[in-house]
């Protein structure tokens, strides 16, 4: 189960209407002064429900909502502290409404893993999903205490010594294909909640997951992953494999980027928050749709076109005529049909439509060598 949060921006005469998502900067006048100015907008949280695979499977749940006015968190800090405030007064409570809305809907809580980034590092969701019966992995951002309170997680962290690595294929700045060693390192440990918050939520005994790169590349950002979750982790292999489970949290992005970029979502003229509120449930059935639909091309590109398309196949026929005459009816055919009515011309010299692939492999732990041994294993 993948969360994240995105936001929809629009240029009205009236924000009013639909409200403002955030303040930006917008550069200095003649004086020197700095300027800036609200972006007037949506934001949506939403839920999708993927295989191991990273085949999504629909959205679970969705969150819309938007702000009248906007206070940065650097001002808010000035006035109080946050982890003081209950959870039911942030807006970070979307997080625990998707998880338990999302586990509820699957109805098999054991079997959900609910993935989220560092904005998701929030004690109250750990609790929410112990008392949901589900799990998480969640890339943590907050040393919190840990052990009988004398120390923090990074202490104990700091003692661990390296248990493995792990190989992963990336791109460096300049779009090159680069290779990443990972160290990887764990440890089940008791994990305290915030200071101000014990006596409301109990401690918990999880595991921490440090993920980083060996040396620091030259052309690219350091790989430095910390995840937190409740799954049991007892081997190289578990601690690899919650790895790639986070790694499928870019599927959530790319389905957000389909919205936005495919539906072009951003560009309706609607005027209210209401009435953008309805049109964008309904991009987001579209999305997920073309999302699966290319996923499944990667799959099975040779897999008949019923696999998902059923009527469609004789309209896609009569409007889409065949450059060059293909006598097999293949998944990879009707889509690439599917594409040209958007505006993919289909030349030799193009990619085929939703071809990207991410590979990564495991690594045998090599004492003096980083090697990389294994089978190759998609993973996105």
């Known amino acids: 189960m993948l969360h994240d949060t995105t936001e929809f921006s629009y240029q009205r005469e009236n924000p009013d209407a639909i409200g403002i998502t955030k303040r930006i900067n917008s550069g200095r006048d003649k004086a020197g002064r700095l300027r800036s100015h609200t972006v007037c907008g949506i934001l949506m949280h939403s839920s999708l429900a993927v295989t191991t695979e990273g085949l999504p499977l629909g959205l679970t749940a969705v969150k819309f909502w938007t702000?009248?006015?906007?206070?940065?968190?650097?001002?808010?800090?000035?006035?109080?502290?946050?982890?003081?405030?209950?959870?039911?007064?942030?807006?970070?409570?979307?997080?625990?409404?998707?998880?338990?809305?999302?586990?509820?809907?699957?109805?098999?809580?054991?079997?959900?893993?609910?993935?989220?980034?560092?904005?998701?590092?929030i004690y109250e969701l750990f609790c929410a999903a112990r008392e949901a019966g589900t799990h998480f992995v969640i890339r943590t951002c907050v040393d919190r205490l840990a052990g009988d309170g004398d120390h923090t997680i990074a202490d104990e962290m700091d003692e661990v010594a390296v248990k493995g690595l792990h190989c992963i294929d990336v791109r460096n700045n300049n779009g090159d294909p680069d290779e990443a060693v990972l160290e990887i390192r764990y440890r089940k440990l008791r994990v305290l909640p915030p200071i101000g918050k014990q006596k409301r939520y109990p401690a918990l005994i999880l595991t921490v997951i440090h993920a980083e790169e060996r040396v620091t590349p030259k052309n690219r950002k350091k790989i430095e992953w910390k995840l937190i979750t409740n799954l049991p982790v007892s081997s190289r292999t578990d601690a690899i494999g919650k790895l790639e489970w986070?790694?499928?949290?870019?599927?959530?992005?790319?389905?957000?980027?389909?919205?936005?970029?495919?539906?072009?979502?951003?560009?309706?003229?609607?005027?209210?928050?209401?009435?953008?509120?309805?049109?964008?449930?309904?991009?987001?059935?579209?999305?997920?749709?073309?999302?699966?639909?290319?996923?499944?091309?990667?799959?099975?590109?040779?897999?008949?076109?019923?696999?998902?398309?059923?009527?469609?196949?004789?309209?896609?026929?009569?409007?889409?005529?065949?450059?060059?005459?293909?006598?097999?009816?293949?998944?990879?055919?009707?889509?690439?049909?599917?594409?040209?009515?958007?505006?993919?011309?289909?030349?030799?010299?193009?990619?085929?439509?939703?071809?990207?692939?991410?590979?990564?492999?495991?690594?045998?732990?090599?004492?003096?060598?980083?090697?990389?041994?294994?089978?190759?294993?998609?993973?996105?």
């Not at 982890?83 to 959900?112: A, F, H, M, Y």
């Not at 964008?280 to 897999?303: E, G, H, K, Q, Y």
């Open 67 to 121: 702000r009248k006015k906007f206070k940065g968190t650097a001002a808010l800090k000035k006035k109080i502290n946050p982890t003081r405030v209950p959870i039911e007064k942030k807006e970070s409570i979307r997080w625990l409404d998707n998880v338990r809305q999302s586990t509820e809907l699957l109805g098999d809580p054991g079997r959900c893993v609910h993935v989220g980034d560092r904005e998701s590092d």
């Open 246 to 380: 986070y790694a499928l949290r870019c599927k959530i992005e790319e389905f957000h980027r389909i919205l936005k970029s495919g539906c072009k979502a951003e560009e309706s003229k609607l005027r209210t928050a209401q009435r953008l509120t309805n049109l964008i449930p309904l991009f987001c059935i579209l999305s997920w749709r073309v999302f699966w639909m290319t996923m499944l091309n990667r799959a099975a590109p040779d897999a008949p076109p019923t696999l998902a398309l059923t009527a469609t196949i004789g309209v896609l026929d009569r409007l889409v005529n065949d450059r060059p005459k293909a006598r097999r009816k293949t998944l990879s055919r009707y889509l690439i049909k599917v594409a040209r009515l958007g505006g993919y011309l289909a030349r030799a010299s193009d990619r085929p439509p939703g071809n990207t692939v991410i590979v990564a492999r495991a690594v045998t732990p090599h004492r003096h060598s980083a090697r990389c041994h294994g089978r190759r294993r998609i993973c996105g």
